[in-house]
């Protein structure tokens, strides 16, 4: 590895070797951090602290279609939006660098158990907090996969570096094939659920967070049987929310189909305001799009893509969701003409909680997406049509609870046909949630899709197409990692 080494010294790797040669006076081991069972609380306190999306949502919004330039842009994000990718960009090194910092913490936190030995009535407390533990770094590892990985359903493709261990700086690590970091996933997965307590819990990992993870890692990888099924036993337990609770859950005030999410607090590590609006930064989920709140007046640097936009309709219960209400929108932008000021379309998302503008809990599971998992894994099946067990009757089911009456059902006249249905349904229920980059990339080839602006969002730059095949949907390892690495020079991603 190097991977940025050491990251959990709160620099990268590459500028801590001097610093980590030399035995500092008061180096606090894990035998000395870890001595109690409160220890080992909180450090996994510690680990929930590294996990965020607030990034994987501004680098899906702007590197696909679900935003425009805004009325109040200084410039922000232009080169993401032009499809710019390398392996200086921050994206290439901020997903990179997060996913080992995560690793990294999870991983001391583990080694550090070892020294705790818990009485007989702390054993069930301290399975838990390692159960959830293992279960992380499950999600670390397939996070950065993919991203990193060509195509997770090829198990001899180049992966990412597995790391269940804390290494030494001396220690140069290479790729692992997708199937050997799949390995430790299941063996991770398969050990927390044995230590779990818990079936269900909204913000801390539970039994259900990892048949979660399995259905939609599963379904990356197009094994689309164990999907399905993981799925299926979501859907029992989790139903999908009425229009009013869908609502709600956007202002964190129902959780009925929300099976995993990180919470934010008013005051927390991630209520940031300032520079919010660069790819790397941390903050509020709303700040990715509006400096101050969701009016065409509260510094709307990124609005919703005409696009996207376009696919809306407005008894959809996710049309007010997403689009504020305070819009401006034009009813023949084509041939407006002053398009930037006579269709202002502010994303609402985000509206805020807590009366903290712009900041809300970010949604990682919820049981929509067991239910586009099974539409997906019907599709590929060739079950696109019919009344039940179908692509069709699995997207009619989500229409019904999302419009104000219920809903025709659709008819699709071959495979491609139903699988862009799919990457259009998931492309307005998982708006700005982060999905879109990783479903264009799975899915765009089946679909006969990927990124489409409408020509007046790209006129300004010519950057209206990506096709899905692009390399682009891969990032590159960081140019960091590879100059404290150079054997992975030889193992960078293709197209770059």
Same mark, same amino acid.
């Given at each position: 590895?190097?991977? @940025?080494?050491f990251?959990?010294?709160?620099?990268?790797?590459?500028?801590?070797?001097?610093?980590?040669?030399?035995?500092?006076?008061?180096?606090?081991?894990?035998?000395?951090a870890?001595?109690? +069972? &409160?220890? +080992?609380?909180?450090?996994?306190?510690?680990?929930? $602290?590294?996990?965020?999306?607030?990034?994987?949502?501004?680098?899906?919004?702007?590197?696909?279609?679900?935003?425009?330039?805004?009325?109040?842009s200084?410039?922000?994000?232009?080169?993401?939006? *032009?499809? &710019?990718?390398?392996?200086?960009?921050?994206?290439?090194?901020?997903?990179?660098?997060?996913?080992?910092? =995560?690793?990294?913490?999870? #991983?001391?936190?583990?080694?550090?158990? =070892?020294?705790?030995?818990?009485?007989?009535? =702390?054993?069930?407390?301290?399975?838990n907090?390692?159960?959830?533990?293992?279960?992380?770094?499950?999600?670390?590892?397939?996070? +950065?996969?993919?991203?990193?990985?060509?195509?997770?359903?090829?198990?001899?493709?180049?992966?990412v570096? !597995?790391?269940?261990?804390?290494?030494?700086?001396?220690?140069?690590?290479?790729?692992?094939? #997708?199937?050997?970091?799949?390995?430790? @996933?299941? *063996?991770?997965?398969?050990?927390?659920?044995?230590?779990?307590?818990?079936?269900r819990?909204?913000?801390?990992?539970?039994?259900?967070f990892?048949?979660?993870?399995?259905?939609?890692?599963?379904?990356?990888?197009?094994?689309?049987?164990?999907?399905?099924?993981?799925?299926? &036993?979501?859907?029992?337990?989790?139903?999908?929310?009425?229009?009013?609770?869908?609502?709600?859950?956007?202002?964190?005030?129902?959780?009925?189909?929300?099976?995993?999410k990180?919470?934010?607090?008013?005051?927390?590590?991630?209520?940031?305001?300032?520079?919010?609006?660069?790819?790397?930064?941390?903050?509020?989920?709303? $700040?990715?799009?509006?400096?101050?709140?969701?009016?065409?007046?509260?510094?709307?640097?990124?609005?919703?893509? /005409?696009?996207?936009?376009?696919?809306?309709?407005?008894?959809?219960? /996710?049309?007010?969701?997403?689009?504020?209400?305070?819009?401006?929108?034009?009813?023949?932008?084509?041939?407006?003409?002053?398009?930037?000021?006579?269709? @202002?379309?502010?994303?609402?998302?985000?509206? $805020?909680?807590?009366?903290?503008?712009?900041?809300?809990? +970010?949604?990682?599971?919820?049981?929509?997406?067991?239910?586009?998992?099974?539409?997906? !894994?019907e599709?590929?099946?060739?079950?696109?049509?019919?009344?039940?067990?179908?692509?069709?009757?699995?997207?009619?089911?989500?229409?019904?609870?999302?419009?104000?009456?219920?809903?025709?059902?659709?008819?699709?006249?071959?495979?491609?046909?139903?699988?862009?249905?799919?990457?259009?349904?998931?492309?307005?229920?998982?708006?700005?949630?982060?999905?879109?980059?990783?479903?264009?990339?799975?899915? $765009?080839?089946?679909?006969? &899709?990927?990124?489409?602006?409408?020509?007046?969002?790209?006129?300004?730059?010519?950057?209206?197409?990506?096709p899905? @095949?692009?390399?682009?949907?891969?990032?590159?390892?960081?140019?960091?990692?590879?100059? !404290? #690495?150079?054997?992975?020079? =030889?193992?960078?991603?293709?197209?770059?």
């Amino acid at each position: 590895m190097k991977i @940025i080494k050491f990251i959990f010294c709160l620099v990268i790797f590459t500028a801590c070797e001097d610093a980590i040669d030399i035995e500092q006076v008061g180096r606090i081991t894990p035998e000395l951090a870890f001595q109690s +069972l &409160q220890d +080992l609380q909180d450090g996994l306190s510690g680990v929930y $602290g590294a996990y965020d999306a607030v990034q994987d949502i501004a680098l899906s919004s702007r590197y696909t279609d679900e935003v425009a330039v805004g009325i109040a842009s200084g410039g922000q994000g232009f080169d993401e939006y *032009a499809f &710019q990718l390398n392996s200086t960009s921050p994206a290439s090194f901020i997903f990179w660098s997060r996913g080992y910092l =995560e690793l990294n913490r999870v #991983n001391r936190l583990i080694d550090g158990a =070892e020294f705790v030995s818990p009485s007989a009535d =702390e054993q069930d407390r301290y399975n838990n907090i390692l159960g959830q533990a293992y279960a992380l770094r499950a999600y670390s590892h397939f996070k +950065l996969l993919s991203y990193y990985s060509t195509d997770l359903s090829d198990d001899n493709a180049l992966g990412v570096i !597995a790391v269940d261990f804390v290494p030494t700086i001396d220690q140069f690590l290479l790729r692992n094939t #997708n199937g050997e970091v799949f390995d430790l @996933i299941e *063996a991770d997965l398969d050990r927390a659920e044995g230590l779990l307590l818990e079936e269900r819990n909204t913000t801390f990992v539970s039994k259900d967070f990892i048949t979660a993870l399995r259905a939609r890692m599963a379904t990356y990888r197009g094994q689309y049987g164990p999907a399905a099924t993981y799925a299926r &036993q979501l859907l029992e337990d989790y139903p999908l929310a009425n229009r009013e609770q869908y609502r709600n859950m956007f202002l964190d005030t129902d959780n009925t189909e929300i099976i995993f999410k990180l919470e934010r607090t008013d005051g927390d590590s991630y209520d940031i305001a300032s520079n919010t609006s660069f790819i790397s930064s941390a903050g509020r989920a709303g $700040g990715k799009f509006s400096f101050n709140n969701i009016t065409p007046d509260g510094g709307v640097f990124f609005e919703m893509g /005409r696009s996207l936009f376009n696919l809306f309709d407005e008894e959809d219960v /996710r049309f007010e969701v997403n689009v504020s209400s305070s819009s401006v929108i034009s009813p023949d932008y084509q041939n407006s003409t002053d398009f930037a000021n006579e269709d @202002i379309l502010v994303v609402a998302k985000y509206p $805020g909680s807590e009366e903290q503008a712009l900041m809300n809990d +970010l949604k990682i599971f919820r049981s929509s997406e067991m239910l586009l998992i099974l539409a997906e !894994a019907e599709a590929n099946n060739g079950n696109i049509n019919g009344t039940s067990n179908s692509t069709a009757a699995y997207i009619k089911q989500l229409h019904d609870a999302r419009f104000t009456t219920e809903q025709p059902l659709p008819s699709y006249t071959n495979e491609t046909e139903a699988f862009a249905a799919i990457l259009d349904e998931r492309r307005i229920e998982f708006a700005f949630e982060g999905h879109r980059y990783h479903d264009i990339k799975r899915l $765009g080839v089946r679909a006969d &899709q990927g990124v489409l602006r409408d020509p007046l969002d790209c006129a300004f730059n010519g950057a209206c197409e990506l096709p899905a @095949i692009d390399h682009r949907f891969t990032l590159p390892i960081p140019l960091d990692e590879l100059n !404290a #690495n150079p054997g992975l020079r =030889e193992q960078q991603n293709p197209g770059y």
